[in-house]
């Protein structure tokens, strides 16, 4: 269902609330069950790599040995071929067994991994040719018990595959069928915890990046800061005070006048000028920091914004309840930038914001919970070709660092411009 405002190119759409999302097919248990079949089998197709690689790379100490010269270059060149297969290990270990939390991590870490995993790989192959060979016994058996008569394998001395037999092979082939199953997923086990333990930081390295991105986010927060001193200054001095220059210009001439019918229309005039530097004054403060976010909440100041614009938008507002109000704010500035940045430079027809949470609950329902983080999306369908190291971007990319949010800018040429923001709400 989805909820159309009536004003013009606005739209809020509902028609799907947060974590209600039914589960997946990969997320039932025989989904589950082939993802790690095919990721134990990919892994030991890797792993025959991987030998190869390391024996190659036995080879090339050769030259080592010979031409001390040459051991850089060597390793160089060894070091990157492990770092190529152990990104092709991350990518089977994301795809088919859900490791999101790998890496960074160097050459040698790499060549670390691959040099200790390749034994786990074809382990792992082993046991699938363990189970597919049980799996081909007890079919055949099955096959033999059930059309034996019709396809000739019943022998004449009484030879054939009995129910008695089937009943004797059925315990201890179920036993062994049981302990392929476990030790598949006990090869799963292994790869993941191998790799977390080579292919991730230590806790050094995380702090050393943490100090480095705190530190390059206080440089960009100071100079959003900087540049929003600039812009208010800017918007007074060119807005807001040459009103009042001109309401000062005509209550003077209004005081010299002695002609009343005169007097009286610059008073009038005046009395314009001063509303409209009052209503300039507001979109200053507004632009500054809208008072009525934590009064009215994040969905009707986007609304708000949504109406503003001189481009028509549509807006999808989907999240369960309130996020903090640095969330807000952080959100609120950053549609409020990319609909200035569109209006000005896009020369777009619409534009589409969308406000979701990042997470969906793993339940067929709404929990009434706080989303873990708000997801903002701003497309346009202008000319594309935005400058992310642009001022207002820059800015904004700063804005939501401040915040440990991550904010991505997709602009080709030609368009559509898609600003992208996420921010963690803990």
Not at 32 to 54: C, H, P, Q
């Amino acid at each position: 269902m989805q909820a159309i405002d009536p004003r013009p190119g606005k739209t809020f759409g509902h028609s799907t609330p947060y974590g209600a999302t039914a589960s997946s097919w990969r997320g039932t248990l025989p989904g589950r069950s082939l993802r790690t079949l095919a990721g134990v089998m990919l892994g030991a197709l890797l792993a025959v790599a991987e030998l190869g690689f390391l024996l190659v790379f036995a080879l090339g100490l050769i030259p080592i040995v010979a031409v001390p010269r040459s051991r850089r270059a060597v390793i160089r060149f060894t070091h990157r071929c492990a770092r190529q297969l152990a990104t092709l290990e991350q990518r089977r270990l994301v795809r088919f067994h859900d490791v999101h939390d790998l890496g960074p991590y160097g050459d040698r870490q790499a060549f670390g991994y691959v040099a200790r995993r390749w034994p786990l790989g074809l382990l792992g192959g082993l046991v699938l040719l363990l189970l597919v060979f049980g799996l081909v016994v007890a079919g055949s058996m099955l096959s033999a018990w059930i059309f034996g008569g019709a396809w000739g394998f019943i022998e004449e001395d009484g030879g054939a595959v009995s129910s008695a037999t089937i009943a004797v092979a059925a315990i201890p082939g179920l036993v062994l069928l049981y302990l392929n199953v476990m030790g598949i997923a006990g090869v799963r086990q292994l790869d993941v915890a191998l790799a977390r333990h080579h292919l991730t930081p230590s806790a050094e390295d995380v702090l050393a990046r943490r100090v480095s991105e705190l530190t390059l986010s206080r440089a960009e927060v100071i100079q959003v800061v900087n540049d929003e001193r600039r812009r208010i200054e800017r918007d007074l001095h060119d807005g807001v005070q040459q009103r009042l220059v001109a309401l000062g210009l005509l209550l003077s001439r209004a005081r010299r006048s002695r002609d009343p019918v005169h007097a009286a229309d610059l008073v009038r005039q005046a009395h314009d000028e001063s509303e409209q530097a009052l209503a300039d004054l507001r979109d200053v403060a507004w632009r500054v920091y809208p008072t009525v976010l934590d009064q009215l909440g994040l969905q009707e100041v986007v609304s708000v914004l949504a109406e503003r614009s001189g481009i028509p938008v549509t807006l999808r507002y989907d999240l369960p309840i309130r996020p903090p109000a640095p969330v807000e704010t952080a959100v609120y500035f950053v549609i409020s930038e990319a609909l200035t940045n569109a209006s000005k430079h896009s020369g777009a027809e619409r534009i589409r914001i969308s406000v979701q949470a990042a997470v969906p609950a793993p339940l067929g329902f709404a929990p009434a919970t706080e989303p873990t983080a708000v997801v903002v999306t701003v497309t346009d369908d202008g000319r594309g070709g935005a400058d992310p190291r642009g001022r207002g971007l820059t800015g904004l990319a700063g804005r939501v660092a401040a915040y440990d949010g991550t904010f991505t800018i997709d602009s080709p040429p030609g368009g559509p411009t898609t600003i992208r923001a996420e921010l963690p709400c803990e």
